[in-house]
């Protein structure tokens, strides 16, 4: 069932490419630069393209089914993006062309950076970081700047809820801030009553993430952010979960000084696989000068006869670069193509159903799982992932159930405050019938757990592999297979 590796696949002499003779002097390579040994496995065209076909029938993928990994927010790409991306006058630029002959990519970044200012109600915005947790790095460093730049170097306590993804700790402590947990209260949101203990001369900021990671709106946010600003700290938003609020509430508006957005969440750009991430960053009027650089700007009004000249600026308090270049340009030109596409209206429209696909899959499955907070949920929920009376099933099992069923699991055991934790974002992009399956997937394997549990224990059944020993996969690392079976050719 297992794909061999190209190793295991090679044939002595097989051949996928004839070069033609050379019309130069042949040469020798100099003696020190020649391998005594080099196995590569040798194939031809078909079989190296029929391996890896093979091989991604194996994956899953958005182009096949519904991906409701919670807080990733894995809606389809369309593929007008996939087009303008591969248009010869963006997908063939050099970073170092001169400016005068770039003018269209910088048009395109300058206007990327005035639709995402409109979304997010921002002052400025740098398109350079290449993810959500560069976004947030280069925010926090933005954050550590400008309480430097006031003489305030006491400043670097971060506070963060308990519910926050794991990037949000990782990044204040590689910005050198010191990181405080602060709990959730019992309708999930920040609890006011810890935040206030910690709001003094030492608070850099919060790190408030609306809707957080369990789907619901905090609707503390208004509160926290005046707290935290009485006390001179500022308010970083975790924008990720941002496709629940586009055209409807502004973070800006909020009281978030610094936000990123996630290009390959919100905005439609491939996640990994496809290409890299893309992380841009929102900031108030009184952060603007932090801003990373370089930014596109007009640096030449134009007239009756001349265009605007576009080029790039450094702020003037920068914290510096964060990406080689100017970040991921190809996933502007999709996050452009998709923003321009749906028009304002139409990021409205893609966040109500976003949020009314979400409810409507809630709806049907409360009362076949454990809701720990119960309440309206915004683009995602989370269930529990474990009942009373059947204590072997567990979350995991359920995930693994889903797979026999052609459907990919959501994210599970995040976050970390809810026990068995399955978070579930159907995004805007699946229809009515594809929900209707979900969800009656989820009841049958509810049904499943309690009547023959030992199914959902030793699912998956069928995939090319179960159940995989990861403790041992980590231990017994095993990297030289291929060239071991290569060297047991005959030569
Ligand atoms: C995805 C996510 C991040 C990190 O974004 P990446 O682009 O994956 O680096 C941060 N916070 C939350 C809530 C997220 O869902």
């Known amino acids: 069932m297992t794909e061999p590796l190209l190793c295991e696949l ?89 400016i005068e002959t770039v003018q269209g990519a910088l048009i395109l970044m300058y206007e990327l950076q005035e639709m995402l200012k409109e979304i997010g109600g921002f002052a400025g915005v740098t398109l350079q970081p290449a993810a959500g947790a560069q976004g947030e790095l280069t925010g926090v460093l933005i954050i550590r700047a400008y309480h430097k730049s006031r003489g305030d170097l006491q400043r670097t306590k971060i506070l963060i809820p308990d519910s926050a993804h794991g990037t949000n700790p990782a990044t204040s402590a590689m910005s050198g801030m010191q990181v405080v947990e602060i709990p959730s209260d019992a309708r999930g949101n920040v609890d006011l009553n810890a935040l206030r203990q910690h709001c003094d001369n030492t608070l850099a900021g919060l790190m408030l993430t609306n809707p957080n990671t369990l789907g619901l709106f905090d609707e503390n946010v208004l509160e926290a952010a005046r707290l935290v600003h009485e006390a001179g700290g500022l308010m970083y938003g975790d924008g990720a979960n941002l496709n629940a609020l586009m055209g409807i509430v502004r973070p800006g508006d909020l009281g978030i000084d610094v936000m990123h957005f996630n290009l390959h969440k919100t905005f439609s750009t491939p996640h990994g696989g496809g290409g890299p991430g893309s992380g841009p960053v929102g900031v108030a009027a009184h952060l603007v000068d932090f801003l990373p650089a370089p930014i596109v700007d007009i640096i030449e009004e134009g007239d009756e006869e001349t265009a605007p000249l576009y080029g790039f600026v450094t702020p003037s308090k920068t ?132 009547t023959q549990p030992e199914l959902l224990k030793s699912a998956p059944h069928i995939t090319p592999v179960g159940r995989l020993d990861e403790v041992k996969a980590a231990k017994e690392l095993v990297l030289c297979c291929g060239v071991d079976a290569l060297e047991a050719q005959p030569a």
């Open 10 to 98: 090679s044939a002595p002499g097989r051949r996928g490419v004839r070069f033609p003779q050379p019309d130069v002097p042949l040469a020798e390579l100099p003696r020190n630069l020649r391998r005594e040994r080099l196995p590569m496995p040798e194939l031809s065209e078909v079989d190296v393209v029929r391996h890896f076909t093979r091989l991604s029938k194996l994956n899953y993928c958005i182009d096949e089914g519904m991906y409701p990994l919670g807080s990733c927010t894995m809606k389809y790409n369309p593929k007008i993006n996939e087009e303008t991306a591969r248009l010869p006058g963006f997908a063939n630029l050099h970073p170092l062309q001169p």
């Open 319 to 450: 914290i510096g670069k964060v990406k080689s270049f100017m970040g991921q340009f190809g996933m502007m030109v999709r996050a452009y193509t998709y923003i321009r596409m749906h028009g304002p209206d139409g990021l409205r429209a893609v966040s109500e159903a976003a949020v009314l696909n979400a409810n409507y899959l809630l709806s049907k499955l409360r009362h076949h799982y454990h809701l720990p907070y119960d309440r309206i949920c915004m683009h995602e929920f989370v269930l529990e992932g474990v009942w009373p009376d059947v204590p072997e099933v567990h979350a995991l099992d359920i995930a693994k159930r889903m797979m026999d069923y052609g459907l990919h699991p959501p994210t599970n055991y995040f976050p970390l405050i809810v026990h068995e934790a399955l978070m579930i974002e159907p995004t805007e992009t699946e229809s009515k019938q594809s929900l209707d399956n979900f969800a009656n997937v989820l009841i049958k394997i509810a049904e499943e757990a309690h």
